[in-house]
Antibody
Framework: QVQLVQSGAEVEKPGASVKISCKAS????????MHWVRQAPGQGLEWMGIINPKNGATTYAQPLRGRVTMTRDTSTSTLYMELSSLRSEDTALYYC???????????WGQGTLLTVSS | QSALTQPASVSGSPGQSITISCTGT?????????VSWYQQHPGKAPKFMIYGVNNRPSGVSNRFSGSKSGNTASLTISGLQAEDEADYYCSSYTGSNTWAFGGGTKVTVL
């Protein structure tokens, strides 16, 4: 069965960077694009970007371009999402999400809580 | 990418049908049949409910159905049950390998 297991909660100061991981299993890692989606406390879902695990190609949401970097390690079937120049508004639950091949999101990780606070 | 517009809340009694709208533009919902819907219970990750406007993934109850007209997509829940009380989010492909979500709708079962 598909499993997406994310790294643990993080607490960072404003201006710092954070790197969250997501280890995939139960399917062929390079066959499906992967997304990152975040959810601020009590708020809705925000699409952050997509990565093609086969070749590493990425597309980021316009508001995050320049601050977000998505990478992958095919040897360990692990995705990474790095966010820099952190601000309080980046406090959120971050999800890695598998693409369904139908322009939608079928499997979600458990989420990683990032808290940005001085 | 622009967010899609959903009503903040919708309610209904058990057994009734409710419909949640999701309004976009001619550049997203109106341009593509790539609308999907997600159910989220408190403290849980979203669950995949509908894709391609009106297709249900395996295991999703047939009480959930989707449709689209112009720039607006809709999710209908028929035979409303207590377990359907949750937040619901629509999403659409918006071109150029980007996606957007709606702001979410809280469904209350009276």
């Amino acid at each position: 069965q598909v499993q997406l297991v994310q790294s643990g909660a993080e607490v960072e100061k404003p201006g710092a960077s954070v790197k969250i991981s997501c280890k995939a299993s139960g399917y062929t890692f390079t066959s499906y694009h992967m997304h990152w989606v975040r959810q601020a406390p009590g708020q809705g879902l925000e699409w952050m970007g997509i990565i093609n695990p086969k070749n590493g190609a990425t597309t980021y949401a316009q508001p995050l371009r320049g601050r977000v970097t998505m990478t992958r390690d095919t040897s360990t079937s692990t995705l990474y999402m790095e966010l820099s120049s952190l601000r309080s508004e980046d406090t959120a639950l971050y999800y890695c999400v598998k693409d369904s091949s139908h322009w939608s999101f079928d499997y979600w990780g458990q989420g990683t809580l990032l808290t940005v606070s001085s | 990418q622009s967010a899609l517009t959903q009503p903040a809340s919708v309610s209904g009694s058990p057994g009734q049908s409710i419909t949640i709208s999701c309004t976009g533009t001619s550049s997203d919902i109106g341009a593509y049949n790539h609308v999907s819907w997600y159910q989220q219970h408190p403290g849980k990750a979203p669950k995949f409910m509908i894709y391609g406007v009106n297709n249900r993934p395996s295991g999703v109850s047939n009480r959930f159905s989707g449709s689209k007209s112009g720039n607006t997509a809709s999710l209908t829940i028929s035979g409303l049950q207590a377990e359907d009380e949750a937040d619901y989010y629509c999403s659409s492909y918006t071109g150029s390998n980007t996606w957007a979500f709606g702001g979410g709708t809280k469904v209350t079962v009276l």
